[in-house]
């Protein structure tokens, strides 16, 4: 007992200065309060590219023999870069190097509202314009190395235009979305109008489009798509170094011209499959109404209503693998009767999310007597780099 009590005496002075340390409520706030002044007053921590774009790079190349002649082609080098801009706004930016003519070229230089009332959407800049469906795809994305014959002559190849759109998404259960457009023209490689000079409002090219979506049960769904881009008028100078005439004429009566369009998508995607399983089937046909010229006088012609389209249908075979098929109908714009039919046949292997080859066939024959066929084998190589992404295509 007296042991105890010693031992008890010595650590006295110890347990004294321990609840002498502890600080008080007050003490223990205050020095809360100090550090939550440290933390405020410091800088943030970030990172140096916080506010880059998001960026990303497809390279994409060729090689295609066309009736025993071969040729490498490099298709394109696309840059895009795209972020949001503010809380109301975002842009994005394609810049494409090509072996074409200009050799380096913007695209695309978009800007579009996110957050406009009445579900209104308004887009400008340098943009793809919203007529069809696969006419507005970048050469890379599209589920065939060339892009189907009827686009190219129809449209111009891509939809590419400097203008303005707004769309207008309905609200109903059904989706159905409206689109009204106006461009200098339509078609990166429409030469119907030149995209540098001034010209009247009246030949402008409008455009209307109505598009609508469905889910049939769990694995099938489909788009429709119904539009039209007017332009009301074009001027034409007679080529008088061709013609041998003292004094040009000018047409410009008469030179309306409407291009007219349905597509149609159908997709089965399996729920039990993922998304590397299912059957995307595609068609757009296209109707051409235009006064036309000839092509070394400028002269007007005549007035010719024309036809063309394609359908394609795509099978997805698991992670790596995608066949498919292409038929493309092309009535000439100058003689209707003169139609060239094309029949392509192509394979996809995904090597991975971010590397694609791909391996197509096709014959084209012209309905004229001693039109020889032509034959074109084809393998496509693409790779992407960073973020690159034009929308979600392959649902």
Not at 16 to 24: F, G, L, N, T, V
Not at 27 to 33: C, T, V
Not at 203 to 230: C, M, N, P, Q
Not at 270 to 278: A, C, E, H, N, Q
Request: charged share 20%.
């Amino acid at each position: 007992m007296r042991r105890t009590l010693v031992f008890a005496l010595c650590l006295a002075p110890v347990f004294a200065r321990a609840q002498d340390a502890k600080p008080s409520s007050e003490e223990r706030i205050k020095a809360l309060e100090e550090r939550l002044n440290k933390l405020e007053g410091a800088p943030a921590k970030t990172s140096l590219s916080a506010f880059n774009p998001a960026i990303g790079l497809s390279i994409d190349m060729s090689l295609v023999d066309a009736n025993d002649k071969a040729d490498f082609n490099f298709r394109a080098a696309e840059l895009n870069v795209e972020a949001p801009i503010d809380p109301y706004l975002k842009g994005w930016a394609v810049i494409t190097a090509s072996n074409q003519n200009p050799a380096v070229d913007a695209e695309e230089a978009t800007l579009e509202t996110t957050s406009l009332p009445y579900n209104l959407t308004v887009r400008g800049g340098r943009l793809f314009a919203a007529f069809g469906r696969m006419a507005h795809f970048h050469d890379h994305e599209l589920p065939v190395i060339d892009r189907p014959s009827s686009l190219n002559s129809y449209v111009g190849g891509e939809t590419r235009a400097d203008g303005l759109e707004v769309s207008y998404l309905l609200p109903s259960d059904l989706f159905v979305n409206l689109t009204a457009g106006a461009y200098d023209k339509m078609g990166a490689a429409n030469a119907r109008q030149d995209p540098a000079s001034a010209r009247a409002f009246d030949e402008f090219t409008y455009l209307a489009r109505a598009s609508t979506y469905k889910d049939i049960g769990d694995d099938h769904s489909v788009e429709l798509g119904l539009d039209t881009a007017w332009t009301p008028f074009r001027t034409v100078t007679e080529n008088t170094a061709v013609t041998g005439n003292p004094i040009a004429s000018t047409f410009h009566q008469n030179t309306w011209r409407t291009l007219s369009g349905l597509d149609f998508t159908y997709r089965y995607q399996p729920t039990s499959g993922g998304i590397y399983k299912g059957v995307i089937w595609g068609t757009e046909v296209l109707h051409n109404d235009e006064g036309r010229f000839d092509r070394n006088t400028n002269r007007s012609t005549q007035r010719v209503q024309s036809f063309a389209g394609y359908s394609y249908v795509q099978v997805k075979m698991g992670l790596h693998w995608r066949p498919g098929i292409i038929i493309d109908l092309t009535e000439d714009q100058d003689i209707a009767h003169r139609l060239t039919s094309t029949y392509s046949a192509f394979l996809t292997y995904d090597v991975t999310e971010f590397q694609r080859l791909r391996l197509a066939y096709s014959e084209a024959l012209v309905n004229v007597a001693g039109t020889p066929r032509t034959r074109t084998i084809g393998l496509q190589w693409t790779g992407i780099l960073g973020h690159h992404v034009h929308g979600f295509r392959d649902r």
